[in-house]
């Protein structure tokens, strides 16, 4: 027991000192405000604290981030959208582009071939239509040849006369405009042996060039064409 009262050293040394340097009051959980004449503790911003990072590696760390960052996917190019990208999606609206250019050309190609092909088409068409209507007509006046190599003999002797003349008269005709019927074959013309086919041959002196001497039966054409050629007699140059 010490004079005051208090326990002392049993030693007869100084007592230890206890310093309480937490920062929260355990009791009530608070921070606690720096006492005065109370020694700060050290930060990690002073500049010979354990524990704080030097000055020159945070420089060099943050070199190290601007760096990286200026090698990034984004250098270059416009914010939100690396540059790479940009470019390669140009190349390849290009070539979508193309692509598209040559299919458009395949297909006015392909239309242009195919209106074609519809145009001979219908223009075959047409003219097969006109080669039936002209095969069709042939047939019928074909089928009619007898009925006028008997109006022309009825002709030739004086037969045809009155009503039943007329009649003949009325049915060649509409032949000639409907049909474009042709007759021809006559005495004195020059033989053609396109049109004409010779059953007699003689020799003349009268004539320079072959010619016919008689019709024995007269040709048709229509139009152009021949139907059945004229048979004659023919005078030939002596």
């Given at each position: 027991?010490?004079?005051?009262g208090?326990?002392?050293?049993?030693?007869?040394?100084?007592?230890?000192?206890?310093?309480?340097?937490?920062?929260?009051?355990?009791?009530?959980?608070?921070?606690?405000?720096?006492q005065?004449?109370?020694?700060?503790?050290?930060?990690?911003?002073?500049?010979g604290?354990?524990?704080?990072p030097?000055?020159?590696?945070?420089s060099g760390?943050?070199?190290?981030?601007?760096?990286?960052?200026g090698?990034g996917?984004?250098?270059?190019?416009?914010?939100?959208q690396?540059?790479?990208?940009?470019?390669?999606?140009?190349?390849?609206l290009?070539?979508?582009?193309?692509?598209?250019?040559?299919e458009?050309?395949?297909?006015?190609?392909?239309?242009?071939?195919?209106?074609?092909?519809?145009?001979?088409?219908?223009?075959?068409?047409?003219?097969?239509a006109?080669?039936?209507?002209?095969?069709g007509?042939?047939?019928v006046?074909t089928?009619l040849?007898?009925?006028?190599?008997?109006?022309?003999?009825?002709r030739?002797?004086?037969?045809?006369?009155?009503?039943?003349?007329?009649?003949?008269?009325?049915?060649?005709?509409?032949?000639?405009?409907?049909?474009?019927?042709?007759?021809?074959?006559?005495?004195g013309e020059?033989?053609d042996?396109?049109?004409?086919?010779?059953?007699?041959?003689?020799?003349?002196?009268?004539?320079?060039?072959?010619?016919?001497?008689?019709?024995?039966?007269?040709?048709?054409?229509?139009?152009?064409?021949?139907?059945?050629?004229?048979?004659?007699?023919?005078?030939?140059?002596?």
């Open positions: 027991m010490n004079p005051t208090g326990e002392g050293n049993p030693e007869g040394g100084e007592q230890p000192i206890i310093r309480d340097k937490r920062r929260i009051d355990p009791e009530t959980g608070r921070l606690r405000e720096p005065p004449g109370a020694e700060s503790p050290e930060t990690p911003e002073s500049p604290a354990p524990g704080a030097d000055a020159a590696g945070t760390s943050a070199g190290s981030f601007a760096g990286s960052a090698a996917p984004f250098a270059g190019g416009s914010a939100g690396p540059a790479g990208d940009a470019g390669g999606n140009l190349a390849d290009k070539a979508e582009n193309a692509q598209l250019a040559d458009l050309a395949r297909a006015n190609a392909s239309y242009f071939n195919l209106n074609q092909e519809y145009a001979n088409y219908v223009r075959r068409s047409k003219e097969q006109a080669s039936f209507v002209d095969e007509r042939e047939k006046i089928a040849f007898g009925v006028l190599d008997d109006i022309q003999l009825a030739q002797h004086n037969e045809l006369t009155g009503p039943l003349g007329s009649m003949a008269e009325k049915f060649e005709n509409t032949l000639t405009t409907n049909f474009r019927l042709e007759r021809y074959g006559a005495t020059e033989f042996p396109v049109i004409h086919e010779a059953l007699m041959d003689t020799t003349s002196d009268e004539v320079e060039v072959p010619t016919i001497a008689a019709v024995i039966q007269p040709g048709y054409r229509m139009g152009e064409k021949v139907l059945r050629p004229a048979r004659v007699a023919v005078n030939s140059p002596a």
